[in-house]
T-cell receptor, first 112, second 111 residues
Framework: DTGVSQDPRHKITKRGQNVTFRCDPI?????LYWYRQTLGQGPEFLTY????????KSRLLSDRFSAERPKGSFSTLEIQRTEQGDSAMYLC??????????FGPGTRLTVT | GEDVEQSLFLSVREGDSSVINCTYT??????LYWYKQEPGAGLQLLTY?????DMKQDQRLTVLLNKKDKHLSLRIADTQTGDSAIYFC???????????FGRGTSLIVHP
C-alpha cells in the first residue's frame, strides 16, 4: 500500500465554479478525515467518516461544502459556487483502529 | 474551543539538539501528536503519546509531556539539514476523535 492519495494535486478554478476532490485512504482504514490548511496555519478540521457514515462536521463548514464516502472506501469533497476565500490546501487523512493518522499529499485549490 | 500554541520559529545549528514546545488548554486531552510538514507536502506522522505517559523515545526523537502544565515538547537529537520543516503539535480531547492542531513551528537548521 502506497499510503493516502489525493486527486488532483492542484486545481485552479474561477469564482462561482464547482470543484470536487477525491481521497483514497489506506486500505482497511475505517476512519477518514478532511482538513483545510491555509498559509501559516495548522490543518483545520472539516469533517470525518467512520466507514460510510459521516459522523461529524465542523461548524465552520458552510452549506457549499459536501463530502461523501459512499462505500466506505474513497471519499469526495465538493465545493459549490467557489469563493476566493476557499483557496487553501485540502488535506485528507485516514486511520484504522489505532491512533496513527496518516495524511495524503493534499489538493491545492486556487480560486481566481 | 480548545487551543494549541506553538512558537513560530526555531533556528539551530546542524548537529545540535532542537527542542520544539507546545502548550494546550484541553484538560481532558487523551493523546497528542507530532507531525512534520515539508514545503508543498502533506503531514508526516512522527510520533504520538498518550496523556498518561511522561515520555516517549523513538530513535532521535524524544517527546516529553507535562500534563499538569499542559506542555508537550519534541526534542530532536543531532539535528540535520533534512530536519528543516514545519512541526505541528496536535491534541485529541476525551471522547473526541478530532485533533486540534497548533500553527506549527518552522525549524531552520543551518550549517
Amino acid at each position: 500500500d502506497t499510503g493516502v492519495s489525493q486527486d488532483p494535486r492542484h486545481k485552479i478554478t474561477k469564482r462561482g465554479q464547482n470543484v470536487t476532490f477525491r481521497c483514497d485512504p489506506i486500505s482497511e482504514h475505517n476512519r477518514l478525515y478532511w482538513y483545510r490548511q491555509t498559509l501559516g496555519q495548522g490543518p483545520e478540521f472539516l469533517t470525518y467518516f467512520q466507514n460510510e457514515a459521516q459522523l461529524e462536521k465542523s461548524r465552520l463548514l458552510s452549506d457549499r461544502f459536501s463530502a461523501e464516502r459512499p462505500k466506505g472506501s474513497f471519499s469526495t469533497l465538493e465545493i459549490q459556487r467557489t469563493e476566493q476565500g476557499d483557496s487553501a490546501m485540502y488535506l485528507c487523512a485516514s486511520l484504522a483502529d489505532s491512533y496513527e493518522q496518516y495524511f495524503g499529499p493534499g489538493t491545492r485549490l486556487t480560486v481566481t | 474551543g480548545e487551543d494549541v500554541e506553538q512558537s513560530l520559529f526555531l533556528s539551530v545549528r546542524e548537529g545540535d539538539s532542537s527542542v520544539i514546545n507546545c502548550t494546550y488548554t484541553d484538560s481532558s486531552s487523551t493523546y497528542l501528536y507530532w507531525y512534520k510538514q515539508e514545503p508543498g507536502a502533506g503531514l508526516q506522522l512522527l510520533t504520538y503519546i498518550f496523556s498518561n505517559m511522561d515520555m516517549k523515545q523513538d530513535q532521535r526523537l524524544t517527546v516529553l509531556l507535562n500534563k499538569k502544565d499542559k506542555h508537550l515538547s519534541l526534542r530532536i537529537a543531532d539535528t540535520q539539514t533534512g530536519d528543516s520543516a514545519i512541526y505541528f503539535c496536535a491534541e485529541v480531547g476525551g471522547g473526541s476523535y478530532i485533533p486540534t492542531f497548533g500553527r506549527g513551528t518552522s525549524l531552520i537548521v543551518h550549517p
